[in-house]
């Protein structure tokens, strides 16, 4: 299967903690994006990092890639109330694929 | 910022009725999707669309569904004779290219099949 399963099912941490999430894969990929949904709405592209890159950064969001593993992991830094949601992450072959997602629930 | 908008917001509908979701995806795309969320669950992928054509599908999208680009801005997706197993969020997405950047959703439509 395509899709990428999230590591955990549940994270709940307190505002200003770091939360990290993983994803593993199964196939070879293009690329690997990672997308959060708010309850009840659309999904929202975060970040993508391409099959050649180990490591990305996007403001308070770290992405990194393991081909060689096939997994990658999510980290939020210095999370606010804000960041609760769902994350996804979406390994890149032919079409994007979604798993159960990461629920995340950050307490002020 | 440009939006994938989506129409309705909610709709109901009786059992074997035929309904339209409309979706307008962001103007210099050229990929098309549509996905659904049963309540509680998994985004499920169901169709892409490329160049006027369907390009891939999933197990989900059946005879009962299908998609349409009828005027060169507007992409819906048609479920023929709805089952009580539709019901779901709808959700439209569009992309610049296939898998090489992001996709945008649109904010989905809820379908209850009563």
């Known amino acids: 299967s395509q899709q990428g399963e999230e590591d955990p099912q549940a994270l709940s941490i307190q505002e200003g903690e770091n939360a990290t999430m993983n994803c593993s894969y199964k196939?070879?990929?293009?690329?690997l994006q990672w997308y959060r949904q708010n309850s009840g709405r659309g999904l929202v592209h975060l970040i993508l990092?391409?099959?050649?890159?180990r490591e990305k950064h996007s403001g308070r969001l770290r992405v990194t890639l393991d081909t060689s593993k096939k997994s990658s992991s999510l980290l939020i830094t210095a999370s606010r109330a804000a960041d609760t949601a769902s994350y996804f992450c979406?390994?890149?072959?032919?079409?994007?694929?979604f798993g159960g997602g990461t629920r995340l629930m950050v307490k002020p | 910022e440009p939006e994938v908008t989506q129409t309705p917001s909610h709709q109901v509908t009786q059992m074997g009725q035929e309904v339209i979701l409309r979706c307008v995806p962001i103007?210099?795309?050229?990929?098309f999707y549509w996905y659904r969320q049963i309540l509680g669950q998994k985004v499920e992928f169901l169709v892409s669309?490329?160049?006027?054509?369907?390009?891939?599908k999933s197990e989900i999208f059946d005879d009962q569904f299908s998609v349409e680009r009828p005027d060169g801005s507007n992409f819906t997706l048609k479920i023929r004779s709805t089952k009580l197993e539709d019901s779901a969020m709808y959700f439209c997405?569009?992309?610049?290219?296939?898998?090489?950047?992001?996709?945008?959703f649109g904010s989905g439509t809820r379908l209850t099949v009563v």
């Open positions: 997405a569009s992309s610049e290219a296939l898998t090489a950047g992001g996709y945008t």
């Open positions: 990092i391409r099959s050649n890159e």
């Open positions: 669309f490329y160049n006027n054509e369907i390009s891939e």
């Open positions: 196939t070879s990929i293009n690329n």
């Open positions: 103007s210099n795309h050229l990929y």
């Open positions: 979406a390994p890149a072959g032919n079409m994007l694929t």
